[in-house]
């Protein structure tokens, strides 16, 4: 089966009102590449106004609570994020992992929750430097992953389920994981999800984050398993956003 390549822009805590034209600028130079999935998550309270200005275009989140209601203060649930407009969400982002202390086993919640309630997952996972450096970095991230996913994600759910690795130490640094190594943590990734699923593992899309911009985009995604890519700050603007998407169109499998 082949895959379809999906390239997706987070945000973080970047982007109010005035930055809505480079969404739509971002929305409208999609077009232009049809053969490529492309979303943009943004700041939750941003999300309806990103959703109402770019109609058709996929405006997602960057977390989302486990629970479908209640006492959560400051949280926000997959429903709440659908009503707004959303039709994806990340969870288990490594900044989130660390920075609010999130587990596997709430991670795999939120995934569970948002796919439920029909909105599109992207998984991250990835390794420390220090995991790195101790040459364990494929176990750890393989176990990440199999205590972090959602149990029986099949057949057209697995469609909806994307995994981002992430090595920590490439995020926002310019450093990028060498393409072998990548390739084997796609492979090692891709080998989870089979056992995870079956068939239907086979679905699941792989990307890659980390200090992706236009200029590594294409040799990153001519590694295979590299389904597209999760991209953080080349993001915030069209110019720099567009040429990664168009990296991607250029990928046939
Ligand atoms: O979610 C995106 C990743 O954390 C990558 O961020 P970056 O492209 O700024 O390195």
Redesign the pocket.
Known sequence: MTRRMYVVG?W?MHGVAEDIPQIQAIAEGAKSYPGVDVALCVPSILIERAARAVPGFPIGAQDVHFAEKGAHTGCVSSAMLRDAGAKLT?VG???RREGQHESDEEVRSKAKAALADDLSVIL?VGESLAIREAGTAVMTVQAQLDASLPEGAVGSVATRLAV?Y?PIW????GKVASLADLGEMHAALRERLLVAYGDAGREVRILY?????ASNAAEIFAVEDVDGA??????LTADKFLPIVEAAAAIHR
């Open positions: 987070n973080k990340i982002h490594s900044e991250c981002a992430e490439a995020i926002g640094t984050g980390g200090s992706v911009n999760l991209v953080g700050g080349a993001s």
